[in-house]
C-alpha cells in the first residue's frame, strides 16, 4: 500500500507560485544556464556542476515532486519568487530590450517574453 505524504498549504501555494514565475522548460533553462556558465574555465569534469547558482538548484527543483521537496528545496523556490518579483517591479525603462535585466530572469527561469 502505497502512503501519499500530505503537502502544506503553504507549500502548495508557493509551488503554484514558483512553477507560474519560472515559466521556462527545464530542458531550456539548463541550455541556457550552460551558455551562460560557458567560458575557457568554466566546464569541468561534471557541466551539471559547473552551472551557475541559483540556477542549478531552481533546475533541481524542476525535477521534483511536490511531495518530494526538502526545506532546502522549499527555500529555493521562496528565494527564486522572491527575486523574480522583485526583478520584474525594476523593470528598467528599456524592458525587455535592457539584456542585462533580461539574463538576470532568465538565470532564474523566468523569460519576460514568455506570455502567460
Known amino acids: 500500500m ?7 498549504a503553504e507549500v502548495d501555494v508557493l509551488w503554484d507560485d514558483f512553477h507560474a514565475q ?9 541550455q541556457w544556464l550552460l551558455t ?7 566546464f569541468g569534469p561534471n557541466p551539471d556542476l ?3 547558482e541559483p ?3 531552481i ?13 532546502e528545496d522549499i527555500e529555493v523556490m521562496q528565494d527564486a519568487v522572491d527575486r523574480i518579483e522583485s526583478l520584474m517591479d525594476a523593470k ?8 542585462e535585466w533580461r539574463h538576470s530572469l532568465l ?10
Open 2 to 8: 502505497v502512503r501519499e505524504k500530505r503537502v502544506d
Open 22 to 30: 519560472v515559466n521556462v522548460p527545464s530542458a531550456q533553462l539548463r
Open 36 to 42: 551562460r556558465g560557458s567560458g575557457e574555465e568554466s
Open 50 to 52: 559547473d552551472l551557475p
Open 55 to 57: 540556477g542549478r538548484r
Open 59 to 71: 533546475l533541481q527543483v524542476l525535477t521534483k515532486r511536490k511531495v518530494d521537496l526538502t526545506p
Open 92 to 99: 528598467p525603462p528599456r524592458g525587455n530590450a535592457d539584456d
Open 107 to 116: 538565470d532564474l527561469g523566468h523569460d519576460p517574453l514568455v506570455e502567460r
